[in-house]
């Protein structure tokens, strides 16, 4: 029983001893006088979303040139959708006519005259599909480029905070000193422990 408590109380000094160190790497350091655009942001962004946009989300609040970049890509994003959707809902309601009038066909139990309205439809079809061939070839290249632009915007996200995130760890240098210290101390303790009878 004596043992026990003497173990224990050894244990419990060595533990408050190490928790009032001052050389703890995260407490008292230059990061606390250093101030960032996007500091809040990497002290609060620990469990939340992505961190890149996050801080790009600082710099942005704080830079008239990404704030006008942003609007751009947004506003061209917006009018992509617009100008595809248009085309793309007449094309989409003509290929659904074709579906639903070749389903028709189905029901007709003549065979001569099904398959010649089915001649009609098919011709009407690839009439129509040549008709739209270059529109659908350029709606390819508008979401081609629209991806594009997504990965460049993306790249250009994380390029843009690296910097940031060099700041914060320059300003967090991690020193071995405490770790060392706090080994050394349970080190002392485990030596205690084999010495004990």
Request: glycine share 0%; aromatic share 6%.
């Amino acid at each position: 029983m004596k043992k026990i408590l003497i173990t224990s109380t050894l244990f419990l000094f060595i533990i408050s001893c190490s928790k009032k160190s001052d050389d703890n790497p995260l407490e008292n350091n230059a990061v606390d006088n250093v101030e960032s655009s996007v500091s809040n942001s990497l002290k609060s962004t620990r469990s939340k979303g992505n961190m890149v946009l996050e801080i790009y989300s600082e710099l942005v609040k704080n830079d008239k040139n990404l704030q006008s970049l942003e609007q751009k890509i947004e506003d061209l994003n917006k009018e992509t959708n617009i100008v595809i959707s248009e085309y793309e809902s007449v094309i989409n309601k003509s290929n659904t006519y074709y579906n639903h009038a070749e389903h028709l066909t189905r029901s007709i139990t003549d065979s001569l005259m099904k398959k010649e309205i089915e001649r009609e439809i098919k011709f009407s079809s690839e009439k129509y599909d040549l008709k739209t061939q270059k529109i659908k070839d350029l709606i390819i290249k508008i979401n081609q480029n629209k991806s594009i632009i997504e990965n460049q915007h993306t790249i250009f996200k994380i390029k843009k905070t690296l910097p940031e995130i060099e700041k914060y760890q320059n300003a967090h240098p991690l020193k071995m000193d405490s770790l060392n210290n706090f080994i050394n101390k349970q080190n002392q303790l485990l030596n205690e422990l084999k010495n004990l009878k």
